[in-house]
């Protein structure tokens, strides 16, 4: 693994290590006090996403502010930094909603037609009495892809400005799903770096790819899926975080031929596990993490995909990203 500053989440703290190697060093440990439910990093500014709004440090997490102005849902599921325009963030919340910021995620402009899609087509949580969420984003350039879990798959192409349904998504998850359609439950998304039109989507009923921007989708695997890494140098190189049904019998999984096939890449775990799952992988350095759905980390390096647990001092992690 590189030198890197890694943010990791639990709780309702967020911990700043320094990874030299394959080792993590913990550099400091900072209370925010809210239920933390997502990290993103650029430069010298890390964002906190909270059940209760959005926090902000410039100094690697030592000290914290309030970032929630123009948040009208203060509940936050995702956060990212566009990785191409730092000063571009986003935000997802729980009731689905789409928040932007244009000054480095210092404050934020609600995007109203998603809000609307999600009124009009019913989207909802099997958990929470809330409407639907949006839990990831994915990035190329102008183009911009948002998964809403129980509400289907998002796109911008105007730098996250508006917002539509893929062609390919219903965005109603009360319909019968139509042939070539992507599942409505949307857990994450990723777009390959070869093509803004290239991408990947786990879902609650199944493992999608579309080759052109979401107009149509082949599910690749019949599984119960949260969390996919797609190699930036190889799109048909992929690791998966299948399970049974909702974190039964999850393990992860491999393909070299684009989805054909798959076969175990678990070395050093005892898989399946009974009662947890892959929630995200997350590249820092050289290296692949698992967040997993029990609170534990794992990692593994790229090149030979041997797992170990890491941070077993850290309990209920739910998120995990390199300081870009």
Same mark, same amino acid.
């Given at each position: 693994?590189?030198?890197?500053?890694?943010?990791?989440?639990?709780?309702?703290?967020?911990?700043?290590?320094?990874?030299?190697?394959?080792?993590?060093?913990?550099?400091?440990?900072?209370?925010?006090?809210?239920?933390?439910?997502?990290?993103?990093?650029?430069?010298?500014?890390?964002?906190?996403?909270?059940?209760? +709004?959005?926090? &902000? *440090?410039? %100094?690697? !997490?030592? /000290? $914290? =502010?309030?970032?929630?102005?123009?948040?009208?849902? #203060?509940? @936050?599921?995702?956060?990212?930094?566009?990785?191409?325009?730092?000063?571009?963030?986003?935000?997802?919340?729980?009731?689905?909603?789409?928040?932007?910021?244009?000054?480095?995620?210092?404050?934020?402009?609600?995007?109203?037609?998603?809000?609307?899609?999600?009124?009009?087509?019913?989207?909802?949580?099997?958990?929470?009495?809330?409407?639907?969420?949006?839990?990831?984003?994915?990035?190329?350039?102008?183009?911009?892809?948002?998964?809403?879990?129980?509400? +289907?798959?998002? &796109? *911008?192409? %105007?730098? !996250?400005? /508006? $917002? =539509?349904?893929?062609?390919?998504?219903?965005?109603? #998850?009360? @319909?019968?799903?139509?042939?070539?359609?992507?599942?409505?439950?949307?857990?994450?998304?990723?777009?390959?770096?070869?093509?803004?039109?290239?991408?990947?989507?786990?879902?609650?009923?199944?493992?999608?790819?579309?080759?052109?921007?979401?107009?149509?989708?082949?599910?690749?695997?019949?599984?119960?899926?949260?969390?996919?890494?797609?190699?930036?140098?190889?799109?048909?190189?992929?690791?998966?975080?299948?399970?049974?049904?909702?974190?039964?019998?999850?393990?992860?999984?491999?393909?070299? %031929?684009? !989805?054909? /096939? $798959? =076969?175990?890449?678990?070395?050093?775990?005892?898989? #399946?596990?009974?009662?947890?799952?892959?929630?995200?992988?997350?590249?820092?350095?050289?290296?692949?993490?698992?967040?997993?759905?029990?609170?534990?980390?794992?990692?593994?390096?790229?090149?030979?995909?041997?797992?170990?647990?890491?941070?077993?001092?850290?309990?209920?992690?739910?998120?995990?990203?390199?300081?870009?």
């Amino acid at each position: 693994m590189d030198d890197h500053f890694v943010f990791v989440a639990a709780d309702e703290s967020l911990l700043t290590f320094e990874a030299v190697g394959d080792t993590w060093h913990e550099i400091l440990r900072s209370r925010i006090g809210r239920r933390v439910t997502t990290v993103s990093a650029c430069e010298s500014a890390v964002i906190v996403g909270t059940t209760d +709004g959005i926090f &902000r *440090s410039e %100094d690697l !997490g030592e /000290t $914290w =502010r309030m970032a929630s102005a123009g948040l009208t849902i #203060p509940h @936050i599921r995702w956060l990212s930094y566009h990785p191409e325009t730092l000063a571009f963030a986003f935000a997802g919340t729980e009731p689905a909603t789409i928040f932007i910021s244009w000054d480095g995620a210092q404050t934020w402009r609600e995007c109203p037609e998603v809000a609307e899609l999600r009124d009009k087509l019913g989207w909802y949580l099997p958990y929470s009495p809330e409407a639907g969420c949006v839990r990831g984003f994915a990035f190329h350039g102008s183009r911009a892809y948002a998964a809403v879990e129980q509400g +289907g798959l998002l &796109r *911008s192409d %105007d730098r !996250g400005q /508006t $917002w =539509r349904l893929v062609e390919g998504s219903t965005g109603n #998850p009360h @319909i019968e799903l139509p042939k070539s359609f992507i599942h409505p439950d949307v857990h994450s998304v990723v777009v390959h770096p070869s093509s803004p039109d290239l991408v990947f989507a786990p879902t609650g009923g199944g493992f999608y790819r579309s080759a052109d921007g979401g107009k149509t989708w082949v599910c690749l695997y019949d599984c119960y899926c949260r969390a996919v890494w797609a190699d930036p140098a190889d799109p048909n190189h992929l690791l998966l975080g299948p399970a049974d049904s909702v974190a039964s019998n999850g393990r992860i999984e491999e393909t070299v %031929d684009g !989805g054909r /096939t $798959w =076969r175990l890449a678990s070395t050093g775990l005892q898989v #399946p596990w009974p009662r947890h799952m892959v929630e995200r992988f997350v590249q820092v350095g050289s290296e692949l993490v698992a967040v997993l759905s029990n609170g534990h980390l794992l990692a593994a390096p790229l090149n030979t995909l041997a797992w170990r647990r890491i941070l077993p001092q850290v309990a209920d992690v739910v998120a995990v990203t390199p300081m870009r």
